[in-house]
């Protein structure tokens, strides 16, 4: 009781740090779950089908995708979070080896030190897993909603296998066990005296030094001093390059994401003009007709492809340049004005459907079939639309 009042005083008094690695534990087991939530149920009902249809293969292998993207986050901020346990706890030792001394001094065997910390990591990970689930299954919505637009499937369900459970909530927190297991190293070695005294013990370091001071010697004269009073603490040089390859990780993952937003960003304001002055007769506090009101010259509609691929789209008739939208090829030129028998579509029928320049696609609405040809993908359209001249 002695042992648990004394080191859970001193644990507590780094409040932030602590809260630090609750929010990392957390976020770990939430990026994992966010994803398995909105996969798991709907590979295992395509898994139970003996035919596919089209839209159901491109989801079959979206879910794939994003199988080894959760697997890749889980590494990432495992990895992560696995760093900033054992900077906490080499922080912690180092400033409260002579409260360890102490304990040793007066009975305490490192085992039951150990343990104690590891029983408090595997507590504050299995909370911090316990919110990431709760989390992530509420955020899975967001995905489902997310792939039933964008591959036009319906059904879709949420639900997780055992198996993923146990990947995203016990695999971490073994992990961050073990890695405070041999954290405990950085005391567990040392002689109860220098604990208390404060000195260090480098003896467990003697190779390492005897290698250094080897490689420092090859170095010119100018450069040995700085490098030799840097190596001599291996331990914090060895934290500070893993915390550099760290945050470039980080940093290129970031980066890559800012890229693909600012490309979804860009393809829909770019060529759009935005700035309008509307004038009313009179003034209005309601729109009494918005259930009944449609946009000029849009409407729902269905677009077959060679293959028999069927979409929901919304056909738009527009006047090209007409300094309300300009539309825009991948490269950024300026597409011309359609053909009575041509369209344009959107880089999402392309990439997720297969449609490409030069097909023969069917148009169907108002129960009638519109033969027409895909003359260019216009890079900037309006998302789940496509483009005819508004004469025809």
Known sequence: MYLCKQITREILKNKIFIFLLFLLSIFTSFMYFFVRFSIDANMKVLNSLSVLSKNQLLYQNALNSNIILAQNFLI????????????????????NGKQIGCLRALG??????????????????????????????????????????????TGLIKGINFSSIIIGWFVPMTIFCIVTFFSYQFVGHMEIGNLISGTSNKRGFSKLLKFVNSFIKILPIKNKIPYRIAFRKPISVLLIITAIMGFTVMFVMGYSLNMISKKVFLSQTVGHKYLFDTHFAKFKTSDEEKNNAMYYLSYDIVVTSPNGTEVEQQIIGIEQNDGILALQNKNGELLAPTKEDSVYISPALNEL????????????????????????????AKLKSVYISKTS
Do not use: E, H, P
């Open 108 to 153: 305490y065997k490192n085992s039951v030190l150990r343990n104690y910390f590891v029983s408090f990591t595997a507590l504050l990970s299995f909370i911090g897993s316990l919110f990431g689930f709760i989390f992530g299954k509420l955020g899975s919505n967001i995905l489902i909603n997310a792939n039933k637009q964008s591959y036009n499937v």
């Open 76 to 95: 990432v901020l495992t990895a992560l979070t696995s760093f900033v346990f054992i900077m906490f706890f080499y922080r912690f030792y180092k400033s």
């Open 353 to 380: 459907y297969g449609f490409n320049i030069g097909d023969k696609i069917m148009l169907i609405f108002n129960n009638k079939d519109y033969a027409l040809t895909i003359k260019d993908i216009a890079d900037n």
